[in-house]
Structures are given as C-alpha cells and as structure tokens.
Nanobody
Framework: QVQLVESGGGLVQAGGSLSLSCAASGRTFSGSAMGWFRQAPGKEREFVAGINWNGLGAVYADSVKGRFTISRGYAKSTMYLQMNSLKPEDTAVYYC????????????????WGQGTQVTVSS
C-alpha cells in the first residue's frame, strides 16, 4: 500500500515562494504516477500538476504554468512542488496523490492521497 505525507505549507505574502514536499512509501508505490491537487474554501478540488512514474512527462494546470514546477526525486519516492510568484488565489489545501500507471488530470483516478497541507497567500 502507498502512504503519502505532504509538508511545506504555510503562510506567505503575494509574490513570494513556497516549496511543498510529498514523501511516499509502500510496496505498491512502484510504477505510480504522482500529482498535486488543491482545494480552496467553497470550491472543488482541482488538478495542479502531475508527473509520470519515471519522473518525466510533467503536466500543469493552466493557472499555474510558468509559476509552479513539479519534480520527483531520483528514487521516485519523493515529489516536490516549487511555487513561485504566489497569488492570493493560490490559497488552498494542497494534496499529494498517487495512482498506478500514467499521470492524469482526472481526480477520480487517483486512489492514494495525503492528508493535505495548508498554503495561505496574503495580499
């Protein structure tokens, strides 16, 4: 089973940067794609970025392109999200997710989730 734990959330002012990490463990993790999702108060959980099982093929939501960068550790068990030029609308709980196979934007296809980490961007 795959276990995911996010870290790195916090409070930052607009224009600042923040880096999130997701540590994965479990014997079922091999071959799993990983992604970041976020959910703001009163809104649906949305796709932010994803990365393939081999650390290649990154995909981003249009709202974060050019500002966020997703990466995966060499051992593939750790995923990162570097967030730059943060905006108040980026405020949300950010979730790490994983699934067997390739990356996808479809939230329902991810079967493993972390507990979430709060990111708050003040104006």
């Amino acid at each position: 089973q795959v276990q995911l734990v996010e870290s790195g959330g916090g409070l930052v002012q607009a224009g600042g940067s923040l880096s999130l990490s997701c540590a994965a463990s479990g014997r079922t993790f091999s071959g799993s794609a990983m992604g970041w999702f976020r959910q703001a108060p009163g809104k649906e959980r949305e796709f932010v970025a994803g990365i393939n099982w081999n650390g290649l093929g990154a995909v981003y939501a249009d709202s974060v392109k050019g500002r966020f960068t997703i990466s995966r550790g060499y051992a593939k068990s750790t995923m990162y999200l570097q967030m730059n030029s943060l905006k108040p609308e980026d405020t949300a709980v950010y979730y790490c997710a994983a699934r067997p196979g390739d990356i996808t934007r479809t939230i329902d296809l991810y079967g493993y989730w972390g507990q979430g980490t709060q990111v708050t961007v003040s104006s």
